[in-house]
């Protein structure tokens, strides 16, 4: 049964930073392209970043790129989100997910992911 958890949630001012983690089991970690989404009140889920099996490759959008990092540790079954520079505009529920496995490191829509956590509220005040 895979299992995925998100962890590093919190509240933080603007121009802060936070680290968030997601941990998966019930399956081999290093086969699947991982990505983090969020989705805030009222909008819908957008992908944040994504990265592939190895961590060779990354992608970000516009919105985060240069203020959010991702990684991942495939001994530890791991995933991170490194954010930095916060804004309000950050205030969401921030979701990790694995690929379906044959549809790429970094599908582009939500439907191509199979497995997601159950969410970790991240609130950036002004």
């Known amino acids: 049964q895979v299992k995925v958890v998100e962890s590093g949630g919190g509240l933080v001012q603007a121009g802060g930073s936070l680290r968030l983690s997601c941990t998966a089991s019930?399956?081999?970690?290093?086969?699947?392209?991982m990505a983090w989404f969020r989705q805030a009140p009222g909008k819908e889920r957008g992908k944040v970043s994504c990265?592939?099996?190895?961590?060779?490759?990354?992608w970000y959008p516009d919105s985060v790129k240069g203020r959010f990092t991702i990684s991942r540790d495939n001994a530890e079954n791991t995933l991170y989100l490194q954010m930095n520079s916060l804004a309000v505009e950050d205030t969401a529920i921030y979701y990790c997910?694995?690929?379906?496995?044959?549809?790429?490191?970094?599908?582009?829509?939500?439907?191509?992911?199979?497995?997601w956590g159950q969410g970790t509220l991240v609130t950036v005040s002004s």
């Open positions: 990265i592939s099996g190895s961590g060779t490759n990354t």
């Open positions: 019930g399956l081999t970690f290093g086969d699947y392209g």
């Open positions: 997910a694995a690929a379906r496995l044959g549809s790429g490191w970094c599908p582009v829509w939500s439907r191509e992911y199979t497995y």
